[in-house]
């Protein structure tokens, strides 16, 4: 018997294997745990915790969109500008390059003037570093805290009722250790949005 007469059976049970895994790992389990997770009552995270309003699906809590209004809570920095056709990622750049430097130093000076604060305020270092995705849905509480001032100005919204709404969509460490403290902003940006529209101060 020839070597590739001896090397047919190996490769059709690779090939069998292959197919096998393939239905196995990329349509039955996923499928599975699709119908398990809506059996128990968790179709909205299985779904992909979509957000939507009046029927139609805007947005997805785990995917940050670029709300860049003065009157909205800002995300983070996205070297892909929150754009998926852009793909996703973070900045080849070394956090001790000049390069780095200056873009943050540019953008927080940018917020700063921005921000309608005092001086000497001080810029939460999440609030100008990119995350790795480009698509981080989330921002820590002190950058939310920060923008308070400069939504407050352009909202004309009462500071109490955006701190209220801040620490509604706040999520804190489980059992108070496990996890970190952070502000969901889409979440937060779209109950902004609702009432902006609702008060006629955005069409």
């Keep these: 018997m020839s070597d590739r007469e001896e090397r047919v059976p190996h490769l059709r049970a690779v090939a069998v294997m292959s197919i096998v895994f393939f239905a196995l790992l990329g349509f039955a389990y996923p499928g599975f745990v699709a119908v398990v997770s809506h059996g128990i009552g968790l179709g ?41 056709s852009n793909g996703s990622g973070g900045e080849a750049i070394g956090i001790m390059t000049q390069q780095f430097y200056n873009e943050t130093r540019n953008y927080t000076l940018y917020l700063l003037s921005t921000g309608h604060v ?15 995705s480009g698509f981080d849905p989330d921002i820590s509480l002190g950058f939310a805290r920060f923008q308070l001032p400069r939504v407050a100005y352009y909202s004309h919204l009462n500071l109490t009722l955006l701190e209220k709404l801040v620490e509604k969509y706040t999520t804190y460490p489980y059992l108070g250790f496990i996890g970190s403290t952070y502000v969901n902003v889409v979440q937060l940006d779209i109950a902004l949005h609702g009432i902006l529209v609702g008060n006629g101060t955005i069409s």
Excluded: C, D, H, M
């Design 118 to 132: 005092p001086n000497g305020t001080y810029v939460p270092g999440n609030g100008v570093e990119p995350s790795g």
């Design 44 to 84: 909205y995270q299985a779904n992909g915790s979509l957000i939507s309003q009046n029927g139609t699906v805007i947005a997805s809590k785990f995917i940050g969109e670029n709300f860049s209004a003065p009157y909205y809570f800002w995300p983070r920095v996205s070297s892909v500008n929150y754009n998926s």
